[in-house]
């Protein structure tokens, strides 16, 4: 039988359309932040990151947006892909230290 | 593109037994970690390492836990008398250095513990 876990929230979008996966934090400490992607069996993927000191990063197809205000991160995925079907995971790390802390996942599927 | 390995992709053990995981970070990173993920749930920090010493360690690495760079390219995870709780994807991760650095990961090793 399948193990008792989190629940992980689910977007499902259609291919072609944008995604926007969002992402709360608590810790006021921390200062830079990573979003990862987990496909199925696979170790966390990095995606895009961003420092505090900014408040917007674009990449390839994606964007990263942080709000300090209200501790939000969200992750922008242009024109979203079947290949961009995984579980998205947003990270932190608290201001002079090494310790990656993940957030809970946000799973996305990608309908053809 | 260089990248984290880690070995075996899956060991099976009986509850009691010792497991040793093993990980080749990426060649010129300094820093290791490992984590772990029950299946279903987020993915847990269990220790980083520097400089051949453990730097930080969450309340999952206890005792039972410890781990090792025993020579230039290797580093391990060893559990001792492995619960079933144990089972989980344990991963391992590094990078250059740790202010405003992405950890990388490998695909993990799934430990299953019977």
């Known amino acids: 039988g399948e193990s008792v876990g989190l629940h992980l929230p689910t977007l499902s979008v259609q291919e072609g359309d944008n995604s926007i996966i969002n992402c709360a934090y608590s810790?006021?400490?921390?200062?830079?932040f990573i979003w990862y992607k987990q496909e199925s069996g696979k170790g966390p993927q990095f995606i895009i990151d961003?420092?505090?000191?900014?408040d917007k990063r674009q990449g390839q197809r994606v964007t990263v947006l942080l709000n300090k205000t209200v501790k939000h991160l969200s992750l922008q995925i242009a024109a979203t892909q079947p290949g961009d079907s995984a579980v998205y995971f947003c990270a932190e790390i608290e201001n002079a230290g090494n310790m990656l802390t993940f957030g809970g996942g946000t799973r996305l599927m990608v309908k053809p | 593109e260089p990248e984290v390995t880690q070995t075996p992709s899956h060991q099976v053990t009986q509850m009691g037994q010792e497991v040793i995981l093993r990980c080749v970070p990426i060649?010129?990173?300094?820093?290791f970690y490992w984590y772990r993920q029950i299946l279903g749930q987020k993915v847990e920090f269990l220790v980083s390492?520097?400089?051949?010493?453990?730097?930080?360690k969450s309340e999952i690495f206890d005792d039972q836990f410890s781990v090792e760079r025993p020579d230039g390219s290797n580093f391990t995870l060893k559990i001792r008398s492995t619960k079933l709780e144990d089972s989980a994807m344990y991963f391992c991760?590094?990078?250059?250095?740790?202010?405003?650095?992405?950890?990388?990961f490998g695909n993990g090793t799934r430990l299953t513990v019977t």
């Open positions: 060649s010129n990173h300094l820093y």
């Open positions: 390492f520097y400089n051949n010493e453990i730097s930080e």
């Open positions: 810790n006021s400490a921390s200062d830079y």
């Open positions: 961003i420092r505090s000191n900014m």
């Open positions: 991760a590094s990078t250059a250095r740790t202010s405003n650095s992405p950890l990388h």
